[in-house]
């Protein structure tokens, strides 16, 4: 039996359950939970439905039709349902995707056949078309209502076991009826303007996908204020519909946190037009931003201003000072001049009321009671809505100068580091490292970009900031290869002969994150651990890794001065990188993580938590510190309606560990 396709609306939500429906199935496949009595009926409720369905359009094709088999409606149409069998045989709702096909192809022939036939074959068609509608509603509302019941009893306790799969779900959310989400939307609209509020599914694609492509979630509407007073009202109005937001400045993010979940329920908040530079204060070596404002035309600001501002992201082209600020950004001079955190002076923020709170006093000392502004800073979006910053400006270093070292293993990079914080002082501003994998990625998929000494297994890039002069600069830098070189530390080495050159190092240094997105789906992970412990966690991890899957390929780099590795795996040359997340990530999370918490340091560096890692944090922070979080997540966002399900959640603390 052929259903008829559904109004557009109604096809949106078959899709959006298909895709939570399947996230629900995987999980439940590879978790030590089994999965929830109400999770179980929704599986077996829609598969009953899609097997009803299969068996109806066959009955219907070769009993009733008025297609005899073998014409070329029935070619058409079988093809669909071929491809959704192997998806129903391994309890995969992504089924419905085949079947919607299906639908749309019955209701094309019914329409068409009821206008071309003629007498009993063109009343068939009718016939066809409607029972086609009646049975996909009946369907749909069956599958829906099981659906909206289990996820309710979704929110499993957290486990190591469970896979690292972003699961964006959130139980806090207010259901909301058409009408209800209509008078949302005009509210919407009259406080930033109909053409700020994008609703078509083109518009909408880019706000829903993450960076590296790990999830696609499905938002009830993109607002995009431009006035601090702007967001303030849409939080107000979100808040009383209990509908949440979902924060986003250049989605630039790496912990999936900055797109919606896939209920399609969740307002997302663009602060891409709030990007308005409001002063530049140079004689307080101070500056204040809205927060969409691009990172890069920040720094630029900043350098008109005959001064300079330290943060540096290989994403800078792209990300937000207010996403930097909200997921406490690190970078490339971190060593020298802190992370987005230590360059804060002040914030302005929409609380999860709508209510303002104005503290963009921009002093650099104010012990005046806690201190407000670093509860948002590295919130994600999860406490407030950064609406606009005050921050520190440098004076521009005289000379910069950049070289690049050639090195046997980590422990001469640890080693290298020492001397140049020893030979550079303060003057060393960044210090990054690079194993030569992921050197070859980048030459790989982007030939012009070809490093230095190939033929060693590391590489260092080494940034010396002078106040002196460019030549006072050199000496320095040049002393210490030289004497990394006489110690047998340092292989080989090159120091950039002008900004041109630097900048061409860094851009392979920065090309990395690309060239591992060029190729395919791959385990991310940011630690921190004393730089000295690296060497030892790399060599204990590498080896279970190549146990546990022969020919992994392990890319590896980072800010080795902060401390900080991006310790990321590929699967190897022939395995297919979707199949090697669903078979390998939670193993190799669990191999990462076990080894950088035994050696006493952090999951997440500098990208965060968001959805991707916040069923993992239960099981390496302290218990009180999750349960301090949690009150101070309870006590700005009582309603839960600001970015739920990211960073923390809210489930018994008892269950936090195993
Ligand atoms: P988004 O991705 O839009 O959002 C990030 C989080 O902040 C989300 O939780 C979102 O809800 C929240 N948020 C955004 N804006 C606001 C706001 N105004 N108020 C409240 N919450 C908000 N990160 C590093 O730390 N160091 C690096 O070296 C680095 N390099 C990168 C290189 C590449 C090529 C890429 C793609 C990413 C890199 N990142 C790096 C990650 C990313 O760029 C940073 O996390 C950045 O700070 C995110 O900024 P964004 O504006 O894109 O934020
Ligand atoms: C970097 O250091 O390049 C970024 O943190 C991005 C990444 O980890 O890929
Ligand atoms: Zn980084």
């Not at 795996?569 to 090697?580: G, I, K, L, N, Y």
């Amino acid at each position: 039996m052929g259903p008829h396709f559904p109004p557009m609306a109604q096809i949106n939500l078959s899709d959006v359950r298909e895709k939570t429906l399947d996230n629900l199935t995987m999980n439940h496949n590879t978790s030590i939970a089994s999965p929830s009595k109400e999770v179980r009926l929704t599986q077996n409720a829609a598969l009953t439905s899609l097997v009803l369905l299969i068996v109806l359009c066959l009955a219907w094709e070769w009993s009733w039709a008025p297609l005899k088999p073998g014409g070329s409606w029935l070619a058409l149409k079988a093809l669909p349902l071929v491809f959704a069998v192997p998806g129903l045989l391994r309890r995969r709702l992504y089924t419905y995707r085949w079947l919607s096909l299906v639908v749309w192809l019955y209701f094309i022939e019914g329409v068409v056949r009821a206008y071309s036939d003629t007498g009993d074959q063109a009343r068939l068609a009718t016939l066809e078309t409607t029972l086609s509608v009646l049975l996909f509603m009946a369907c749909a509302g069956h599958v829906r209502a099981r659906f909206k019941a289990s996820l309710l009893a979704t929110e499993t306790s957290p486990s190591p076991d469970t896979p690292n799969t972003p699961n964006t779900s959130t139980s806090s959310q207010a259901q909301l009826t058409r009408p209800q989400a209509q008078q949302l939307i005009d509210q919407l609209k009259s406080i930033v303007g109909q053409e700020h509020v994008l609703m078509a599914p083109l518009d909408l694609s880019a706000y829903e996908q993450d960076w590296r492509k790990r999830a696609q979630g499905r938002a009830l509407c993109v607002v995009r204020p431009a006035l601090t007073a702007e967001v303030s009202q849409v939080v107000r109005a979100c808040a009383s519909f209990g509908v949440s937001i979902v924060p986003q400045g250049g989605n630039t993010g790496l912990v999936v946190g900055s797109i919606p979940d896939e209920s399609g329920e969740q307002v997302l908040l663009s602060m891409q037009r709030m990007k308005a530079i409001r002063a530049v204060h140079t004689d307080n070596l101070s500056i204040e931003v809205e927060a969409g404002c691009v990172l890069a035309q920040l720094q630029e600001a900043a350098l008109q201003a005959g001064l300079f501002f330290p943060l540096s992201l290989g994403s800078e082209g792209s990300c937000t000072i207010g996403g930097n600020l909200s997921t406490n950004a690190g970078g490339t001079q971190v060593l020298r001049y802190g992370n987005a955190r230590d360059l804060c002076l002040g914030l302005e923020v929409v609380l999860a009321n709508g209510e303002v709170w104005n503290g963009l006093s921009g002093l650099r000392k104010d012990n005046t009671g806690y201190d407000l502004k670093n509860l948002f800073i590295g919130s994600e979006g999860t406490l407030g809505i950064i609406t606009a910053a005050s921050l520190k400006l440098f004076p521009k270093p005289k000379s910069t100068l950049t070289a690049w070292a050639a090195l046997e293993d980590l422990q001469g990079c640890v080693k290298l580091l020492g001397l140049a914080h020893e030979k550079l002082g303060a003057g060393l501003s960044g210090f990054e490292v690079m194993n030569q994998y992921s050197l070859g990625l980048v030459q790989k998929h982007f030939p012009a970009l070809q490093a230095p000494f190939q033929e060693f297994p590391w590489c260092a890039l080494l940034e010396l900031s002078d106040n002196e002069s460019t030549e006072h600069a050199q000496t320095q830098l040049i002393e210490l290869l030289e004497l990394a070189m006489e110690q047998g530390i340092v292989k080989n080495a090159t120091v950039a002969e002008n900004l041109t050159k630097a900048a061409q190092l860094w851009h392979i240094r920065e090309s990395i994150t690309l060239a591992q997105a060029q190729e395919g789906l791959n385990i991310k992970h940011d630690i921190s651990l004393s730089a000295s412990s690296i060497p030892a966690f790399v060599a204990q991890t590498e080896r279970e890794l190549c146990d546990l899957i022969p020919g992994v390929r392990l890319v590896n780099f980072g800010h080795l001065g902060d401390g900080n590795l991006h310790y990321n795996v590929q699967s190897p040359m022939q395995m297919d990188s979707a199949q090697f997340l669903r078979d390998f990530e939670q193993k190799v999370n669990d191999v990462v993580h076990r080894n950088v918490f035994a050696l006493g340091g952090s999951i997440s560096a500098e990208h965060g938590i968001g959805s991707l890692k916040v069923d993992t944090l239960p099981f390496y922070k302290d218990p009180q510190a999750l349960s301090l979080m949690r009150r101070i997540k309870e006590s700005l966002d009582p309603q839960l309606t600001l970015n739920p399900g990211r960073v923390i959640r809210m489930s018994d603390p008892s269950l936090d560990r195993p």
